[in-house]
C-alpha cells in the first residue's frame, strides 16, 4: 500500500509542474536563506573552535575614564509670610555633559590591575589589529598577527594541525616563535604541513614556526599569525595612563561563575584612580565587563553604553526570533495555500475512488504521502542549495575572515516544522473532502 501511494504522489507531483515547482521553491528557497542566517550566528556565538566555551567568557574590550559635570538649576517662589512677600528658592543638581574617554588597555594596566582575579579558570590579555605586509615570490601576503601569553591557548581552543602553542619561557624569553593559520601557510610557504621550524619574516623579524592552526573563522579573532607579546613595541607615552591596544578575556568554570567574575572586576574597579596627569580632565575609572554575547550583539546594534549592558543582545534575539519564525512561516503559507487548491481540484479524483470503494483513510493516507514527498523533496533541495551558498561564500572570501559553518542540528528542525505544517495544511482540506459523499464530490467539480 506505501509504495502505491509513493508511485502515486510522484505521479501527481508530475501532473501540475507549475505548481510543483513553484511548492518546491517555496520551500527550498526559504529553507536556504534560514540556513545561511543560522550558518551565520553558529558560526559568531555557536559552540565552535576556537570559542567552544564562549558561553564561560567575560571579556574587558575597554578602559573608560570619565568625568560628569552637572549644572545647579535654580528653582524661585513668592510667598506671602505675615503678609510680607517673601522669596523661597530651592536648587537641584542635573547633569550638564561629561568628558569620555574609550581605548584599549595597555599590558602593563591589565597586568598590574587584573592578573589576579581568583574567581577565573585562567584569563588571558591579547593585541588584535596589527596588519604586516611580506613579499614572497615578488607576491604581497598580508598578515593580521595577534601579540598575546602563554594562557591564550588555555582559554581559546584552537584545533592545531601540526605542532602546539608558544610556553610561558617562551614569552618571557622573548623568543621570536609564532603560531599561524594554514591560510597563512598556503599563502607564505605553498603548503600547509611540513612547515614547523621554517621562519616566516614580519615587521623587520624573522620567527619561527611552532605551530599551525586552523584559521579562526571568527570576527573577534580574526588573525594568521600569534606571536609573544613581550616582542611588541611598546605602544607609547598613552600606557602610563592605563590606554594601550590590549583587552582581556577570563574563564570561569562554570556558565554559573561569571557573575563572580564581574563582582570581583568590580571590586577591582572600585580602588582604581585616574592617572594624576589626567585628573584634569577625568575623575572616574570604569572597567566595563560583557559576555561574549552582548560584545557581539552590541558590535551589530551598537545599542549598549555601560548602564544599559545587555541592551543589544535582548533586541538582537527578538529580530533574531523573528527573521526565522518569518523564514519557517513563508513556505508553510506557500503549502497551505496550494495543498487547498490542488485538493479542492481533485474533488472528481476523490469521488470516483470513494465509488471504487476507497475508505476514508485510504484517500487520507495518500495526501498525507505526498505532502511529506513534496516537503523532503523541497527540503533536499533546499539544503543543496545552502551547501553551494556557503561553499560559495567562503571560497570568495566575501564575509572577511569569517568561515561560515553548517547546523544540520537547526536544518533538521526547520524541515520537520515545515513538514509538520504542510501535513496540517493537507490533512485538514483532504479529510473535508475525504467525508463527502461520491455523488456531492463529483457535483462540486461539476459547478
Request: charged content about 20%; overall charge negative.
Amino acid at each position: 500500500m506505501l509504495t502505491n501511494y509513493l508511485k502515486l504522489a510522484i505521479r501527481v507531483l508530475g501532473r501540475n509542474k507549475f505548481f510543483t515547482a513553484i511548492t518546491l521553491f517555496g520551500i527550498s528557497f526559504t529553507l536556504a536563506i534560514m540556513m545561511l542566517i543560522i550558518s551565520m550566528m553558529e558560526t559568531e556565538v555557536g559552540s565552535t573552535q576556537p570559542l567552544s566555551q564562549k558561553d564561560k567568557m567575560i571579556l574587558l574590550p575597554n578602559l573608560t575614564l570619565q568625568k560628569q559635570f552637572y549644572d545647579t538649576i535654580y528653582t524661585f517662589d513668592t510667598l506671602l509670610i505675615n503678609e510680607v512677600v517673601t522669596i523661597d528658592s530651592t536648587y537641584k543638581l542635573e547633569e550638564a555633559g561629561s568628558n569620555n574617554s574609550n581605548n584599549q588597555f595597555a599590558w602593563s594596566y591589565l597586568d598590574k590591575h587584573l592578573s589576579d582575579i581568583s574567581s577565573a579558570k585562567s584569563y588571558s590579555f591579547f593585541n588584535m589589529g596589527n596588519s604586516f605586509n611580506a613579499y614572497v615570490n615578488n607576491s604581497k601576503v598580508e598578515m593580521k598577527a595577534v601579540y598575546t601569553d602563554h594562557r591564550f591557548w588555555e582559554v581559546f581552543d584552537f584545533n592545531f594541525r601540526e605542532g602546539f602553542g608558544f610556553s610561558e619561557s617562551s614569552v618571557e624569553q622573548q623568543e621570536k616563535v609564532a603560531v599561524i593559520t594554514t591560510k597563512l601557510a598556503e599563502n607564505y610557504f605553498g603548503k600547509t604541513t611540513g612547515i614547523l621550524d621554517e621562519y616566516i619574516e614580519m615587521d623587520g623579524n624573522s620567527f619561527k614556526v611552532m605551530g599551525v592552526i586552523d584559521p579562526p573563522g571568527v570576527s573577534l579573532l580574526a588573525t594568521d599569525i600569534i606571536v609573544p607579546h613581550t616582542l611588541q613595541n611598546t605602544v607609547g607615552r598613552s600606557e602610563e595612563i592605563g590606554f594601550g591596544g590590549y583587552m582581556a578575556v577570563f574563564l570561569a568554570e562554570e556558565e554559573s561563575g561569571m557573575q563572580k567574575i564581574r563582582d570581583e572586576i568590580a571590586v577591582v574597579n572600585s580602588g582604581l584612580t585616574v592617572h594624576p596627569d589626567v585628573q584634569e580632565y577625568y575623575n572616574e575609572v570604569r572597567l566595563p565587563a560583557f559576555s561574549y554575547f552582548e560584545i557581539y550583539a552590541d558590535s551589530i546594534l551598537s545599542l549598549d553604553d555601560d548602564d544599559t549592558r545587555g541592551r543589544s543582545l535582548g533586541v538582537l534575539k527578538w529580530i533574531m526570533f523573528g527573521l526565522l519564525s518569518f523564514f519557517i512561516l513563508l513556505p508553510t503559507l506557500n503549502l497551505i495555500n496550494l495543498n487547498v487548491s490542488r485538493i479542492m481540484e481533485r474533488s472528481s479524483e476523490i469521488g470516483v475512488r470513494k465509488a471504487f470503494g476507497a475508505s476514508q483513510s485510504n484517500i487520507l493516507g495518500q495526501f498525507l504521502i505526498e505532502n511529506i514527498v513534496q516537503t523532503i523533496l523541497g527540503g533536499l533541495l533546499g539544503m543543496g542549495l545552502a551547501l553551494l551558498m556557503i561553499r560559495m561564500i567562503n571560497n570568495a572570501g566575501l564575509l572577511g575572515d569569517i568561515v561560515l559553518k553548517v547546523n544540520y542540528k537547526f536544518y533538521l528542525y526547520s524541515l520537520v516544522i515545515c513538514l509538520i505544517f504542510g501535513l496540517l495544511s493537507g490533512l485538514l482540506p483532504a479529510y473535508r473532502m475525504s467525508k463527502l459523499h461520491v455523488v456531492n464530490a463529483l457535483k462540486q467539480t461539476k459547478s
